[in-house]
T-cell receptor
Framework: DVKVTQSSRYLVKRTGEKVFLECVQD?????MFWYRQDPGLGLRLIYF???????EKGDIPEGYSVSREKKERFSLILESASTNQTSMYLC???????????FGPGTRLTVT | GEDVEQSLFLSVREGDSSVINCTYT??????LYWYKQEPGAGLQLLTY?????DMKQDQRLTVLLNKKDKHLSLRIADTQTGDSAIYFC?????????????FGKGTKLSVIP
């Protein structure tokens, strides 16, 4: 079974803090994704990575950066957290041979 | 541009059938997916259908695809309270080098005991 894990289920940070969200997958998947999910807006893609050290902007990259130093790990970084980044963050991965994405359990981030 | 539309809410009584509908715009999509998200959890793949099929059945789930109208539906027979969740429709991307699924905004299914 594919497993995608995220470092925290719940996180509370203060405005202006630097925040790291970690995602790890155990199936040697090439592609990894970060989404945020907000009520009424569905899933919006922040960034994705198609290989180690490779990244592409998604639909809403502003205020975020990412890092992929190892194939199994994809990090989302909020350089200076703001209250409008309070959201549920979902990580996903997929192989290069299938479009199906496997999701982690999500991190609910609150910025106060 | 690409878009996937779903109604936001559906409420059914326990034991009834639920039908969740989705329309998509990209006629060249090869696969269409249904994902389920239970409260506080990530998305879990429920089922998918290849674009050359018009129906797929898997236990209580039936997926119908009308490619001409670009309409996809998910029918859940004998709906249970454990089926209460948000259901997302998604289509495959097109174009070389494209990696993203396009998701609808999700339909929240509430099952009344």
């Amino acid at each position: 079974d594919v497993k995608v894990t995220q470092s925290s289920r719940y996180l509370v940070k203060r405005t202006g803090e630097k925040v790291f969200l970690e995602c790890v997958q155990d199936m040697d998947h090439e592609n990894m994704f970060w989404y945020r999910q907000d009520p009424g807006l569905g899933l919006r893609l922040i960034y994705f990575s198609y290989d180690v050290k490779m990244k592409e902007k998604g639909d809403i990259p502003e205020g975020y950066s990412v890092s992929r130093e190892k194939k199994e790990r994809f990090s989302l970084i909020l350089e200076s957290a703001s209250t409008n980044q309070t959201s549920m963050y979902l990580c996903a991965s997929r192989t290069g041979f299938s479009y199906e994405q496997y999701f982690g359990p999500g991190t609910r981030l609150t910025v106060t | 541009g690409e878009d996937v539309e779903q109604s936001l809410f559906l409420s059914v009584r326990e034991g009834d059938s639920s039908v969740i509908n989705c329309t998509y715009t990209d006629s060249s999509s090869t696969y269409l997916y249904w994902y389920k998200q239970e409260p506080g959890a990530g998305l879990q793949l429920l089922t998918y259908i290849f674009s050359n099929m018009d129906m797929k059945q898997d236990q209580r789930l039936t997926v119908l695809l009308n490619k001409k109208d670009k309409h996809l539906s998910l029918r859940i027979a004998d709906t249970q309270t454990g089926d209460s969740a948000i259901y997302f429709c998604a289509e495959t991307p097109t174009g070389a080098g494209s990696y993203q699924l396009t998701f609808g905004k999700g339909t929240k299914l509430s099952v009344i005991p």
